[in-house]
């Protein structure tokens, strides 16, 4: 089975930009998450994509948002870009049923640094 | 609101030696636990989850950890440990599977 794959792997930014970010889910998984992970700290969550609508945000300003296509990839958008925003962001992917979810399956990452 | 402390942000251990990892949580509702492994330029992989039934949690790598509701704690152990096991693992709470809280993580170091 094919499992997440996020692009690219590191990208570099300036103060004010605006950045996209890619996710492939795993095959069969049919939700999103996106995690960030700031330098020596655990991942905090996002948002969460669901039937490509939002199902869940984290404590994050609304330059940070997502889509999710109908064929379960996603994109994390982040305007007006600042310093701190520059950390991993993680993709995870889960199969959400009616009876339970499957654990989330994490990929690789993107580094981003905003200077 | 949910959270959990891990700990101690780095352990050293001696390759065979047990490895004993702590994370505490709190949480207003019977929680879901979870343990991570990242090893470097990677993302997060599931060791092992707690959601109710038996306490003692069995993992992937030989990692254990037992849900101890009285003492709001969940900690990963492996008898002993190899020189593979050095990376960083960080303990999660969540109400459900996606939106989970972490802690800030332990870097695990291996000593032949």
């Known amino acids: 089975e094919t499992g997440v794959t996020q692009s690219p792997t590191h990208l570099i930014k300036t103060r004010g930009q605006q950045v996209t970010l890619r996710c492939s889910s795993q095959s069969g998984h049919n939700t999103v998450s996106w995690y960030q992970q700031a330098l020596g700290q655990g991942p905090q969550f996002i948002f969460q994509y669901y039937r490509e609508e939002e199902n869940g945000r984290g404590n994050f300003p609304p330059r940070f948002s997502g889509l999710q296509f109908p064929n379960y990839s996603s994109e994390l958008n982040v305007n007006a870009l600042e310093l701190d925003d520059s950390a991993l962001y993680l993709c995870?992917?889960?199969?959400?049923?009616?009876?339970?979810?499957?654990?989330?399956?994490f990929g690789n990452g993107t580094r981003l640094t905003v200077t | 609101a949910q959270s959990v402390t891990q700990l101690g942000s780095h352990v050293s251990v001696s390759e065979g030696a047990l490895v004993l990892l702590r994370c505490n949580y709190s949480?207003?509702?019977?929680?879901?636990l979870f343990w991570y492994v990242q090893y470097p330029n990677q993302g997060l992989q599931l060791l092992l989850k707690y959601t109710t039934g038996a306490t003692l949690v069995k993992g992937i790598n030989g990692f254990e950890a037992e849900f101890k509701k009285s003492e709001t704690s969940f900690h990963l152990t492996k008898p002993s440990a190899h020189m593979s096991d050095a990376a960083e693992y960080f303990c999660a709470v969540s109400r459900n599977d996606y939106k989970l809280s972490f802690g800030a993580g332990t870097t695990v170091t291996v000593r032949a």
């Open positions: 995870a992917s889960s199969l959400a049923s009616n009876r339970d979810n499957s654990p989330l399956h």
């Open positions: 949480s207003s509702v019977p929680p879901y």
